[in-house]
């Protein structure tokens, strides 16, 4: 029996001396260096615990506080299944040439639960005076609100009218990508906003000459009158769309289209790519480019969106100036 407690106590020894030895080498070095170190929450950094009961506080311990803020709706569930696979692609490029240039920090949602002034809080165990109840932010948190939406949306009355205040009486931006004009045909106050509605697309996605009618203003600095841009290039309905309302930046060059096609509606040769406008004390920016992952690769596209996302966020002097197609 003694010789079996020697024996364990020898095994024990030599087990301690072994790892004293391994801790010297250059293996074990790096991999301590890798290794996380446990610390104790600081001040700073709350645990997640202690910021589930607490609740996100807008303004707060915020990393994004000096930062200007996007919040993108990529919510086609009410709309076509099928149409805008290149839904999810266009949301990351739009966050990462925010991110890139520094303009502004996004955030993605495929819901519209955000698009509200009321309180926003967690469902289930993180709803208001559950176990981990955990407050979020409403609209009043963001600078601008981007939709790539389609159909009816499922925003309830009072946050549409929440969406309408915050462009027209808090002087924030909206920004339209592609179907975002085919959103919301029954809720005309939106139609008013964003500057009108989708009524087809005669060509499918089709090479098309352009004309830049604003070349002053930054979000065209990559385009030039005569270039061919591919893309799903939509027509618009005769109504709310307006050019007493909106002013053009670009237009599709209709001696480059098909205007035989029987989809074709408008008799005017008017078909806007991109706009800008006012509404209220906010800012809009539409574009109806963004159908296909191609389109989204392309540097002029990216420039587009980029700098009509700065313009409706404030970052810009430019003004609105509605104006009749120019005779050329």
Same mark, same amino acid.
């Given at each position: 029996?003694?010789?079996?407690?020697?024996?364990?106590?020898?095994?024990?020894?030599?087990?301690?001396?072994?790892?004293?030895?391994?801790?010297?080498?250059?293996?074990?070095?790096?991999?301590?260096?890798?290794?996380?170190?446990?610390?104790?929450?600081?001040?700073?950094?709350?645990?997640?615990?202690?910021?589930?009961?607490?609740?996100? +506080?807008? $303004?707060?311990?915020?990393?994004?506080? #000096?930062? /200007? =803020?996007? *919040?993108?709706?990529?919510?086609?569930?009410? !709309?076509?299944?099928?149409?805008?696979?290149?839904?999810?692609?266009?949301?990351?490029?739009?966050?990462?040439?925010?991110?890139?240039?520094?303009?502004?920090?996004?955030?993605?949602?495929?819901?519209?639960?955000?698009?509200?002034?009321?309180?926003?809080?967690?469902?289930?165990?993180?709803?208001?005076?559950?176990?981990?109840?955990?407050?979020?932010?409403?609209?009043?948190?963001?600078?601008?609100?981007?939709?790539? +939406?389609? $159909?009816?949306?499922?925003?309830?009355? #009072?946050? /549409? =009218?929440? *969406?309408?205040?915050?462009?027209?009486?808090? !002087?924030?931006?909206?920004?339209?990508?592609?179907?975002?004009?085919?959103?919301?045909?029954?809720?005309?106050?939106?139609?008013?906003?964003?500057?009108?509605?989708?009524?087809?697309?005669?060509?499918?996605?089709?090479?098309?000459?352009?004309?830049?009618?604003?070349?002053?203003?930054?979000?065209?600095?990559?385009?030039?009158?005569?270039?061919?841009?591919?893309?799903?290039?939509?027509?618009?309905?005769?109504?709310?769309?307006?050019?007493?309302?909106?002013?053009?930046?670009?237009?599709?060059?209709?001696?480059?289209?098909?205007?035989?096609?029987?989809?074709?509606?408008?008799?005017?040769?008017?078909?806007?790519?991109?706009?800008?406008?006012?509404?209220?004390?906010?800012?809009?920016?539409?574009?109806?480019?963004?159908?296909?992952?191609?389109?989204?690769?392309?540097?002029?596209?990216?420039?587009?969106?980029?700098?009509?996302?700065?313009?409706?966020?404030?970052?810009?002097?430019?003004?609105?100036?509605?104006?009749?197609?120019?005779?050329?």
């Amino acid at each position: 029996m003694i010789n079996r407690v020697r024996f364990g106590l020898s095994l024990l020894l030599a087990g301690i001396l072994g790892v004293a030895a391994l801790a010297q080498t250059p293996l074990a070095q790096t991999i301590s260096a890798q290794a996380p170190s446990a610390q104790a929450p600081s001040a700073q950094a709350p645990s997640a615990q202690a910021a589930s009961r607490a609740g996100p +506080t807008p $303004g707060r311990d915020d990393v994004y506080a #000096d930062r /200007k =803020r996007l *919040l993108v709706i990529a919510d086609i569930s009410t !709309g076509n299944q099928t149409a805008h696979g290149a839904l999810s692609h266009a949301a990351s490029t739009i966050e990462q040439i925010g991110r890139v240039s520094g303009a502004y920090v996004t955030f993605i949602r495929t819901d519209t639960d955000l698009v509200t002034k009321g309180e926003v809080w967690g469902k289930g165990d993180y709803a208001k005076g559950g176990s981990k109840a955990s407050r979020g932010n409403n609209l009043d948190y963001y600078d601008a609100v981007l939709f790539y +939406t389609n $159909g009816e949306t499922n925003l309830t009355s #009072d946050q /549409k =009218r929440d *969406l309408l205040d915050f462009v027209a009486k808090d !002087g924030k931006g909206f920004i339209g990508v592609h179907t975002a004009t085919a959103t919301a045909y029954g809720w005309p106050d939106y139609g008013e906003m964003i500057g009108g509605y989708f009524d087809n697309h005669p060509w499918g996605v089709t090479d098309a000459k352009i004309i830049v009618e604003r070349p002053d203003f930054p979000a065209m600095k990559a385009f030039r009158t005569g270039m061919t841009v591919r893309d799903e290039h939509y027509q618009m309905r005769a109504t709310p769309y307006s050019r007493a309302k909106v002013d053009v930046l670009a237009r599709l060059d209709p001696n480059s289209l098909d205007l035989t096609n029987p989809k074709v509606h408008r008799t005017d040769r008017d078909f806007p790519l991109a706009w800008i406008k006012s509404y209220g004390k906010g800012r809009v920016f539409y574009s109806d480019l963004g159908h296909t992952d191609a389109s989204w690769d392309d540097p002029r596209v990216r420039t587009l969106y980029l700098e009509g996302i700065k313009w409706a966020l404030g970052l810009g002097k430019a003004e609105p100036r509605p104006h009749p197609i120019r005779a050329r």
